[in-house]
């Protein structure tokens, strides 16, 4: 029977009643007395010098505050990188500034050249038509192979070249990569495209700076799924404020997929502005304004090679990746091509030897950084697709060679440097085989037939790397920040409790699941638990929401915190019932003396930690508050296998997705709603990619895909009715709650279902078709058959 509360319980999301009634709490609702409005002139080119920024006329226009130019920010730092690379060289990644304002050149569509603060937003606008601009348009530098050349336009005057770094993993492992791929019996070559994506949240960035001048205190109100990463970085090397005089709230957040992780300049510049005018400062970024200045995702071209013995088992891969940073380093886009994607490239698979290298490449285009997945859908693509391909070519079935292949026996230790804990890939592989009735296909397939569709089956597997930790080895890794998590869990008197945490919710329903995990472990109802989170005012230090974090790393904090609250209450108890404190148990909110039908409600404890009649002080201090720290002592490996089943129009190239099934392994389960919502959601973001989105600049540098007009986001009508299931669970072993993470395995494992799918209708239909890059629009698809 499912359960009705606690870990386990499909709870109602409670978060929900405030945003379906209208009432939630987002950035842009907030409003502050006297508050200004900013408008940002950003390069309507992709690479120019600026020769002159007039901005006379504008700043005379009624309702200008003030103009502010790349000049007002000299001296005040850059936005900073917050994870350094080095190559296979031993040396660090190149790492240029990225100025708040454009000074002395713009690097991309959207850079931002001036601001314009005045009364109302349409003031501020209509006064940054007015600034006069002189640009040098220079030649722009897309194609991130044509960027390396020797003799290339530098998108950066002050550095070598335009290659940030020339990453190889495991480097000594190349020689012995290269002599398997010579004496393998078999070998598989792909070139692919992982295209550029923008993320699309629903709601745009906002900042919203304030000044407290009685106090000295600056306040950033701001779309971010990481409150406290932001004061640290614009604290820190932006402005240079203390931490303890800025304050940084996300309120509501209207999801993010990564790109609202990052620190951006419109955040620092309300907060600088804020101070310098002594008012409040005010940007809501337009929808095609965010097409040019949010970070972008993906952006990978790659050839992989995979080798074979005699009997098909894998005996080495290779990869090479040409990776776009675009213009600027965000914040942790060094990361996510290298340490976020190369330690991935074994999958499932016991493949002995790996290697992969990632050249990371500046153009002119807008910066691109984690996006839903980050790294793991760039690797399990290239993998995923090499080994279809490779079925393909040896004529077996795309299952069994993958079974064959299986990782069996835990732990495991990669060779790409990780080691997985946990994990059955042939029961994941089992379970979607009963969801899928694979032999009814050649039935499914006559049909499709008969109305003159082409239909195809595809598979894939996926393991990904959650919960990014522990905070020793990504320091090694180039990280310069922690990425631990913290809670404080705070009892009131009357036994309620508020748990403060650093992770941030944008959709993931924290609110609903973390008083399940307190809930269940002190046996009172969730309605009992409240959650704090996005302000660094009243939350402990903490990393922020992103990789699928929230539950493994910020749960568990919890977790130790609520034990040690536990472990203090118990101490209470068993003065009230003048027992031994190592005879107190804890269940269904009573304690009791083991033996005994001694009792006392938690309510009664509790309100004895604040009304300390009946124990002594000099051994118990009064109160009930405890703050605990997590950091994790490995990634979790979620895991699973995707099915498609797609008809193709060879008529018109259209792609229909008939079936989804998704075979997940995430470890214990907290709540199976949720679960199952962000599952659908990441499988709709992942056929979004694999079928529709991509960002397409032409040779100049300018966005051609810059609003939804061009752009395709994927509707309901394009997604079938999901089947999810993840009851085949191998609990993570090393946090104390089991789980895994589930945040991004649909936009994961997805995009190759999708294409191995279609290349397999193809297929079937005489077409000798191997791949065809994503997105596989009507158009590509027609023309792959055709050509």
């Given at each position: 029977m499912p359960k009705d509360s606690g870990i386990g319980a499909s709870s109602k999301r409670r978060e929900d009643v405030r945003f379906l009634t209208g009432t939630g709490n987002y950035t842009d609702d907030i409003n502050l007395h006297g508050q200004a409005y900013v408008h940002f002139l950003r390069s309507d080119v992709a690479h120019g010098r600026l020769n002159k920024v007039d901005t006379s006329v504008a700043a005379e226009m009624p309702g200008v505050v003030r103009v502010f130019t790349g000049a007002d920010f000299e001296g005040v730092g850059g936005l900073p990188c917050g994870w350094q690379v080095t190559d296979k060289h031993g040396n660090p990644m190149q790492e240029p500034a990225h100025p708040v304002l454009a000074q002395g050149k713009v690097r991309h569509v959207g850079d931002p050249i001036a601001a314009v603060v005045a009364e109302t937003a349409a003031q501020a606008r209509n006064a940054a038509e007015a600034i006069e601009l002189d640009i040098e348009e220079l030649p722009a530098v897309i194609d991130m192979k044509e960027a390396v050349k020797e003799g290339a336009t530098k998108v950066h005057d002050d550095l070598d070249s335009n290659l940030c770094y020339d990453w190889g993993f495991v480097e000594e492992n190349k020689a012995a990569v290269d002599e398997a791929f010579e004496k393998a019996a078999h070998v598989t070559t792909l070139e692919l495209v992982n295209q550029r994506l923008v993320a699309n949240p629903m709601e745009p960035r906002v900042a919203v700076g304030d000044y407290n001048r009685a106090t000295g205190d600056s306040t950033l109100y701001t779309t971010s799924q990481n409150p406290h990463v932001i004061r640290l970085?614009?604290?820190?090397?932006?402005?240079?404020?203390?931490?303890?005089?800025?304050?940084?709230?996300?309120?509501?957040?209207?999801?993010?997929?990564?790109?609202?992780?990052?620190?951006?300049?419109?955040?620092?510049?309300?907060?600088?502005?804020?101070?310098?005018?002594?008012?409040?400062?005010?940007?809501?970024?337009?929808?095609?304004?965010?097409?040019?200045?949010?970070?972008?995702?993906?952006?990978?071209?790659?050839?992989?090679?995979?080798?074979?013995?005699?009997?098909?088992?894998?005996?080495?891969?290779?990869?090479?990746?040409?990776?776009?940073?675009?213009?600027y380093l965000s914040t942790f886009a060094p990361s996510v091509p290298t340490w976020l994607h190369g330690t991935l490239m074994a999958g499932n698979y016991k493949t002995p030897l790996i290697y992969v290298n990632v050249k990371a490449v500046f153009t002119n285009t807008v910066a691109v950084d984690a996006y839903r997945g980050a790294g793991r859908p760039e690797a399990t693509f290239q993998l995923e697709r090499v080994v279809d391909k490779a079925a393909r070519e040896l004529g077996v079935d795309p299952i069994a060679l993958r079974r064959q292949n299986f990782i069996t026996e835990f732990p495991y230790a990669t060779p790409v440097a990780v080691e997985y804990d946990t994990g059955d890939y042939n029961a994941t592989m089992d379970k979607l085989l009963e969801m899928v009735d694979r032999d009814g296909f050649e039935a499914r397939a006559a049909e499709s037939a008969k109305s003159g569709k082409l239909r195809g089956f595809g598979v894939n597997t996926y393991i990904e790397a959650c919960g990014i930790a522990p905070s020793a080895l990504v320091g090694q890794l180039?990280?310069?920040?922690?990425?631990?998590?913290?809670?404080?869990?705070?009892?009131?008197?009357?036994?309620?409790?508020?748990?403060?945490?650093?992770?941030?919710?944008?959709?993931?329903?924290?609110?609903?699941?973390?008083?399940?995990?307190?809930?269940?472990?002190?046996?009172?109802?969730?309605?009992?638990?409240?959650?704090?989170?996005?302000?660094?005012?009243?939350?402990?230090?903490?990393?922020?929401?992103?990789?699928?974090r929230s539950l493994a790393v910020g749960g568990s904090a919890i977790v130790r915190a609520t034990e040690k609250i536990i472990n203090?209450?118990?101490?209470?108890?068993?003065?009230?019932?003048?027992?031994?404190?190592?005879?107190?148990?804890?269940?269904?909110?009573?304690?009791?003396?083991?033996?005994?039908?001694k009792s006392v409600a938690w309510g009664d404890v509790t309100l004895a930690a604040y009304v300390p009649h009946n124990y002594p002080l000099e051994e118990l201090e009064p109160g009930l508050e405890e703050t605990a720290f997590y950091d994790p002592a490995n990634f979790t490996y979620p895991a699973g296998a995707y099915a498609c089943e797609v008809e193709v129009d060879p008529d018109t190239g259209k792609v229909t997705i008939c079936s989804f099934a998704a075979a997940d392994d995430f470890g214990n389960v907290v709540n199976p709603m949720i679960v199952e919502g962000q599952v659908h959601g990441g499988l709709a973001q992942g056929i979004g990619q694999a079928l529709l989105e991509g960002a397409v600049y032409d040779?100049?540098?300018?966005?051609?895909?810059?609003?939804?007009m061009d752009y395709a986001m994927p509707r309901a009508d394009d997604l079938p009715s999901f089947q999810v299931d993840h009851s085949c669970a191998t609990p993570c072993t090393h946090n104390p709650?089991?789980?895994?993470?589930?945040?991004?395995?649909?936009?994961?494992?997805?995009?190759?279902?999708?294409?191995?799918a279609v290349v397999d209708a193809l297929q079937r239909g005489g077409h000798d078709v191997t791949h065809i890059d994503m997105p596989l629009s009507p158009g590509r698809v027609w023309q792959a058959m055709n050509s």
């Open positions: 970085l614009m604290g820190a090397f932006v402005l240079g404020i203390p931490e303890h005089k800025l304050r940084v709230v996300a309120p509501d957040v209207g999801g993010g997929f990564g790109s609202k992780i990052f620190h951006y300049a419109e955040e620092a510049f309300c907060t600088f502005a804020a101070k310098a005018l002594a008012r409040p400062v005010k940007w809501t970024s337009s929808r095609s304004e965010a097409f040019i200045s949010d970070a972008h995702g993906r952006d990978h071209v790659t050839k992989i090679e995979l080798a074979l013995d005699a009997d098909n088992n894998f005996t080495a891969l290779r990869t090479d990746t040409y990776a776009n940073m675009g213009a180039g990280a310069r920040a922690g990425l631990y998590e913290s809670a404080t869990v705070r009892v009131n008197a009357t036994g309620g409790l508020v748990v403060m945490t650093g992770s941030h919710s944008h959709g993931q329903g924290h609110e609903t699941a973390f008083p399940q995990v307190v809930a269940d472990m002190i046996g009172i109802p969730e309605d009992m638990v409240e959650i704090v989170h996005g302000d660094t005012a009243n939350t402990p230090m903490g990393m922020g929401t992103y990789g699928s203090k209450a118990k101490k209470i108890a068993a003065h009230l019932m003048e027992a031994s404190e190592g005879d107190i148990e804890l269940k269904d909110g009573q304690f009791t003396v083991a033996g005994t039908d040779e100049n540098g300018q966005l051609l895909s810059a609003s939804y709650l089991g789980v895994k993470g589930c945040g991004e395995a649909g936009a994961i494992g997805s995009p190759p279902a999708v294409v191995n």
